[in-house]
């Protein structure tokens, strides 16, 4: 009886490949910008800039359901075309 307690139910992601997904995402996204800060712009007396990539299609070793729960709770939001963002805590 105690083993149903513990898994969760059919189609839903367990909650460790949910806590991996999210931080695979984040660590993608921060590599994605990190990335993109980089790039050599056109003129040499300009500084670093911040990018504005806020979002990036997600890692693709995780099946569409581990993103679609993570926006169910609310740790992602879609932002179209496959591509999903992170949700700030405002805490």
Same mark, same amino acid.
């Given at each position: 009886? &105690?083993?149903?307690? &513990? $898994? *969760? *139910?059919?189609g839903?992601? @367990?909650a460790? +490949?949910?806590k #991996?997904?999210?931080?695979?995402?984040?660590?993608?996204?921060?590599?994605?910008?990190?990335?993109?800060? &980089?790039?050599? $712009? !056109? &003129?040499?007396?300009?500084? !670093?800039?911040?990018?504005d990539? #806020?979002?990036?299609? *997600?890692?693709?070793q995780f099946?569409? @359901? #581990?993103?679609?729960?993570?926006v169910?709770q =609310?740790?992602?939001?879609?932002? =179209?075309? !496959?591509?999903?963002?992170? #949700? +700030?805590d405002? !805490?």
């Amino acid at each position: 009886m &105690s083993d149903s307690a &513990s $898994s *969760p *139910p059919p189609g839903v992601p @367990a909650a460790q +490949e949910l806590k #991996v997904a999210l931080k695979a995402f984040k660590k993608r996204l921060k590599l994605t910008r990190l990335d993109e800060e &980089s790039r050599i $712009s !056109g &003129s040499p007396l300009t500084s !670093g800039r911040r990018a504005d990539i #806020v979002a990036i299609t *997600p890692p693709n070793q995780f099946p569409q @359901a #581990v993103w679609d729960e993570l926006v169910r709770q =609310g740790k992602l939001k879609k932002a =179209g075309h !496959g591509m999903y963002e992170l #949700v +700030e805590d405002r !805490g």
